[in-house]
């Protein structure tokens, strides 16, 4: 059975009293079971420690009315003026700048076309990749000259209604030779229009659903009540709109304007303004870009586009199956709503659904919180590199095997991306929300993020350390205040996408005397933004620099949601090893190696972390991630890059194979020593150094780290040196 029950929330984190909305889709008739579930472990795999979980008693146990829910992709702008678009003369006008011509698929520019009704109008790009206009019932009208991709071209649809004539053209803003620098072609309209549906920019209307996504940039619609000469099309270009020509211009969109918002405003004076639907790219560069200024906030009529793709999405925007309440005094830890459906063939489809449980907000019930890297977890939320990376196995030195999550994201494309992906046009995504079902944010998958940081709730659990747990999205709203009832702070394997905010509050919070643990590696690598009024979603850019899965065009790297730049956290003067003593130095996903201590390592400094070790005892030459407690992606010390002068490099693994790359964004130039076997940058260091008013930091460096933790029955020097480092730092005792 190739099918799956799926489900989402619409909030990752919750305190006691909160309100937890499940939305669940399934794919059988009848019903669904659901139970509340508190993970432990989420690790199956023949060398991990098993599914571990224990079920709670709740107020959603029990079953439901079972449905299946759609998920529609594609992003729009939608006219929700209530006044309608009811013209007789009229001219469309757009500057676009396609980059999906000719895919076969017809792709709407803008108008309110119903494809069901056969009514109203459009200008777009038909399935050959030509300008063309439709309306009503009538055969379209093409130029029949295929537009190239990625070039800017004004282009344009005039109708008379008295004699049914339509002009209908394209300007390209760059001429080449074999190619007309300006087309123009008539036809006519003999049916009636009839009155359409939605004024739609971006799609036409198929009833109530959207269809016809323009994959591409769009700057500058506008709709005139007259129909215009094709010179006159060309004057309402700019703005403010010419003199002589503004008083026949019916709406004239500025997408410029409420760049960080989901408004799009009507600068005609008529009102007819609009919203954005599933998200659209926003400050892009428009057509009249020239390289002069490359923040969007500082020169906002360059910035005039949007780009759209068909495969965009932000909120499925289900309905409700169930709610849970978090009940106070409920242990803070991972919870899972186990949903399940019993086909007729005995077969079961199930998955569970995570909701991260904190205490009651300003308050602690343990001396050390688990950091969950939820923001990380939407970076790579239904990531599909080892299906669509041309570059994987190159840089993961091994033949790509789909998971089972793989393959039904690869043949369920409605799912949503993460910013590892591409979009259909080949552009990379800047979003990613948690109000979709994310499959990979769970237990039972791959050893990466979220179940692999389940290692880590399983060895507390072993030992008996009290703990809470919180979230990136708690950090980033609250800052300092979030961490300050906490004595010592644990992050997850790979807390790879910070905003300023929560790296602000986690400086703070070490230089306020807190002692941090951090537990991975790749770590406070790219700066992300939250959405200042959308709930459950982040924004990156791969600007400039790092190890990249796509590049951001010139002049965007500037994200729309706050007009921060975005990219590596180096590039923007914070290097990680200035929090943590270490940062990204390179990868490797063949095998993981053993750390060996050092000299620092026999500094009375540190003598409470080597307790019960030999002196030259190698740490962690077993684990699940790898086989070795130093792999997959590994951090070295720097001190040049703000690795305190007083930190301690207490033990570091050097022996990694050709397989591991150092990071480029350490290279200056190409050259041939760049791999495990002949770069000596390609290093994992174990960090300790202390921190103003009695705090302390702790760096593994390494990813794999946590896959040691369980080894022989958790009794090994991984499991022994990490637990004596947590009983030191949740001791009030200063450093």
Avoid at 9 to 30: E, W
Avoid at 268 to 289: E, K, Y
Avoid at 597 to 621: H, K
Avoid at 708 to 726: C, K, M, P, Q
């Amino acid at each position: 059975m190739n099918e799956r029950i799926l489900g989402y929330t619409d909030r990752l984190s919750a305190a006691p009293g909160d309100n937890v909305a499940f939305k669940i889709s399934a794919p059988l008739p009848g019903k669904f079971d659901a139970r509340l579930v508190r993970l432990i472990c989420g690790d199956d795999s023949p060398e991990g420690p098993g599914l571990k979980y224990e079920e709670i008693a709740s107020a959603i146990d029990g079953s439901y009315k079972a449905r299946q829910q759609p998920i529609v992709t594609g992003s729009y702008v939608w006219v929700t003026a209530r006044q309608p678009f009811v013209l007789g003369n009229f001219t469309l006008q757009a500057m676009i700048w396609p980059t999906l011509p000719g895919n076969g698929k017809a792709q709407s520019i803008l108008g309110n076309f119903d494809a069901a009704a056969g009514t109203g109008y459009a200008l777009y790009l038909d399935e050959e990749g030509c300008l063309a206009f439709r309306a009503g019932k009538n055969a379209p009208v093409s130029t029949g000259v295929k537009l190239l991709a990625r070039h800017w071209y004004e282009v344009y649809a005039s109708f008379d209604s008295g004699t049914g004539r339509v002009t209908l053209g394209h300007n390209a803003m760059l001429a080449y030779h074999g190619q007309p620098a300006s087309v123009s072609h008539t036809g006519l309209v003999s049916e009636p229009v009839g009155e359409g549906g939605r004024f739609l920019i971006a799609a036409w209307n198929d009833d109530k659903q959207a269809v016809a996504h323009f994959n591409g940039k769009i700057d500058a619609p506008r709709v005139s009540a007259r129909a215009l000469q094709p010179a006159q099309v060309s004057r309402l270009r700019e703005l403010p709109l010419d003199v002589d020509l503004a008083q026949y211009v019916v709406a004239a969109w500025d997408f410029s304007r409420g760049i960080a918002t989901v408004k799009v405003t009507d600068v005609s004076g008529n009102r007819h303004h609009g919203r954005t639907i599933n998200l659209p790219t926003r400050a892009m560069t428009g057509w009249n870009w020239d390289s002069s200024e490359f923040h969007w906030q500082k020169k906002l009529p360059h910035y005039g586009a949007i780009h759209f793709h068909d495969d965009d999405l932000y909120d499925c925007g289900w309905k409700t199956d169930f709610t849970l309440t978090i009940p106070e005094g409920m242990k803070s830890g991972i919870y899972c709503a186990h949903v399940s459906q019993k086909a007729a063939d005995g077969q079961i489809v199930e998955d569970y659904i995570p909701i991260f449980v904190r205490p009651a907000r300003g308050t602690a019930t343990a001396p050390l919180a688990l950091l969950i890297p939820t923001a990380s977890y939407l970076a790579y939320a239904n990531q599909q590199m080892v299906s669509s990376w041309w570059f994987d196995e190159l840089s993961s030195c091994k033949f790509v095997t789909l998971s089972e999550v793989d393959r039904y994201l690869e043949e369920h494309e409605s799912l949503g991306l993460s910013v590892y992906d591409e979009h259909t046009d080949g552009s990379g995504v800047c979003h990613s929300s948690h109000l979709r079902p994310i499959l990979n944010m769970r237990p039972k998958t791959d050893l990466w993020q979220f179940n692999a940081d389940t290692h880590l709730t399983d060895w507390l659990e072993k030992k008996g350390i009290p703990y809470d747990v919180i979230t990136d999205d708690d950090l980033h709203q609250e800052g300092l205040d979030c961490l300050r009832p906490y004595r010592c702070v644990m992050t997850g394997t790979h807390p790879e996408y910070y905003s300023k905010e929560m790296l602000d509050a986690v400086q703070a919070f070490t230089n306020g005397g807190g002692r941090l643990m951090y537990m991975g590696a790749n770590g406070f690598y790219w700066r992300i933004a939250y959405h200042p009024g959308l709930p459950g979603v982040i924004e990156h850019r791969r600007a400039e620099d790092g190890m990249r899965a796509w590049f951001s065009e010139a002049g965007e790297y500037h994200m729309s949601f706050t007009g921060e730049l975005s990219g590596l956290w180096v590039r923007n003067g914070r290097p990680p090893n200035m929090l943590v003593g270490n940062a990204f130095a390179a990868q490797g996903f063949v095998n993981a190696v053993p750390y060996h201590r050092t000299e620092d390592s026999r500094d009375p400094r540190v003598a409470f972390m080597f307790e019960g070790l030999e002196r030259d005892e190698i740490i962690g030459d077993f684990g699940t991630v790898g086989g070795g407690a130093a792999g997959w992606e590994i951090d070295r010390a720097d001190t040049r890059l703000g690795t305190p002068p007083h930190a301690l490099m207490v033990a570091t693994a050097t022996d990694f194979p050709d397989s591991y790359h150092w990071v480029n964004e350490e290279m200056n130039h190409t050259h041939s020593a760049v791999n495990g076997d002949t770069c000596p940058r390609v290093r994992c260091d174990m960090m300790f150094f202390e921190t103003p008013n009695g705090g302390a930091v702790f760096s593994t460096g390494s990813i794999s780290y946590a896959g040691s933790l369980a080894h022989n029955g958790y009794d090994n020097n991984v499991s022994r040196l990490t637990e004596n480092v947590i009983r030191r730092f949740t001791d009030p005792t200063s450093f």
